[in-house]
C-alpha cells in the first residue's frame, strides 16, 4: 500500500504558518501549523488546530476552504499591517 504524504498550503517551507493537508477515505484533515524554535535552536512545527472536510467536497470548493482557513488563521496579515 503507497503511503500518502500530506500536502502544505502555501508550502512545506513556509515561514511562521502553514496549513497540513492529509487526504483520508472519508474525511480529510486540516493541520493549522505554527513555526517554534526550541532551546537548542531547532525548528519544529506544532499544530493548533485542526478541522476535517467531507472528502465530496469539489476541487474548487476544497481550494478554497483550505485558503479561507489559512487567511482567518494566518499571522501574514498581522505581519503586513505593521509598519517597519
Given at each position: 500500500?503507497?503511503?500518502?504524504?500530506?500536502?502544505?498550503?502555501?508550502?512545506e517551507?513556509?515561514?511562521?504558518?502553514?496549513?497540513?493537508?492529509?487526504?483520508?477515505?472519508k474525511?480529510?484533515?486540516?493541520?493549522?501549523?505554527?513555526?517554534?524554535?526550541?532551546?537548542?535552536?531547532?525548528?519544529e512545527?506544532?499544530?493548533?488546530?485542526?478541522?476535517?472536510?467531507?472528502?465530496?467536497?469539489?476541487?474548487?470548493?476544497?481550494?478554497?476552504?483550505?485558503?479561507?482557513?489559512?487567511?482567518?488563521?494566518?499571522?501574514?496579515?498581522?505581519?503586513?499591517?505593521?509598519?517597519?
Amino acid at each position: 500500500m503507497p503511503k500518502i504524504k500530506p500536502v502544505y498550503y502555501p508550502s512545506e517551507n513556509a515561514v511562521l504558518d502553514r496549513v497540513r493537508y492529509i487526504p483520508g477515505r472519508k474525511l480529510h484533515v486540516l493541520e493549522y501549523q505554527e513555526e517554534r524554535i526550541d532551546p537548542k535552536g531547532n525548528i519544529e512545527w506544532i499544530s493548533v488546530d485542526r478541522i476535517l472536510l467531507d472528502n465530496k467536497l469539489s476541487v474548487k470548493a476544497f481550494n478554497g476552504v483550505i485558503r479561507n482557513w489559512y487567511d482567518v488563521k494566518s499571522h501574514l496579515p498581522w505581519i503586513k499591517s505593521c509598519k517597519f
